[in-house]
């Protein structure tokens, strides 16, 4: 009996030393594949900023100089609002300064259409307008 013993311990010995080194260089595989998924994931999200950085950088066109040499005038519907209100006229007073109907001027201060290049450089020349000016020119 003592030897079916020993011989029964001795193959469960040699079975768990062969799984081992077995399953040891799966083991080392599974963790140079997840390292490299890892790193390929990083690579991955990388290039996802990298992509979104340039979409961004081409949707905004760069400002091409005006025709007589100029920058071009820039134009912000929160601005064109925020001075209106600056200058204590309503659209309708606005609109005959700049030259448009008040109906244009509620539509480019909530962004539904921009002015045209004629209409901007009304505005840049209305822009550094205080409030007695605005009315001089208004009475004028």
């Known amino acids: 009996m003592d030897v079916k013993k020993a011989l029964k311990a001795e193959i469960e010995r040699v079975a768990r030393r062969q799984i081992r080194q077995e399953t040891e260089s799966l083991r080392k595989s599974v963790a140079r594949y997840r390292g490299d998924i890892a790193a390929l994931k990083r690579e991955h999200k990388a290039l ?12 905004k066109p760069a400002q091409p100089e005006a025709d007589d040499g100029t920058r071009q005038i820039r134009f912000a519907p929160a601005w064109l ?41 009304a505005l840049a020349s ?3 307008l205080g409030k007695r000016e605005a009315q001089r020119k208004l009475a004028d």
């Open 48 to 59: 996802q900023r990298q992509f979104q950085q340039l979409t961004k950088s081409s949707a």
């Open 81 to 121: 609002k925020k001075h209106r209100q600056k200058l204590g006229l309503t659209a309708a007073d606005y609109g005959r300064l700049v030259g448009v109907h008040p109906i244009t001027i509620y539509n480019w201060e909530q962004g539904k259409s921009k002015p045209r290049a004629a209409q901007l450089k």
């Open 126 to 128: 209305v822009r550094g």
